[in-house]
């Protein structure tokens, strides 16, 4: 899946994403591009619950591909 993430601008916050990720699905592949403001996650969640763990990190996703 997916998601655009339009308020994410460094480093940092790649790194809380992919933690956040992390945190709700240890198994998740998270592949972020913070130049193009994307994040891909590779999980057996529904992309909701990934989607709340992205905003409960303090941002805003987008779903581009579930």
Known sequence: MQFSVEDMSCEHCAHAITGAVREADPLA???VDVGA???TVDSGMPPDEIAKAIVGAGYTPDIRHA
């Open 29 to 31: 592949s998270v592949v």
């Open 37 to 39: 403001k994307w994040v």
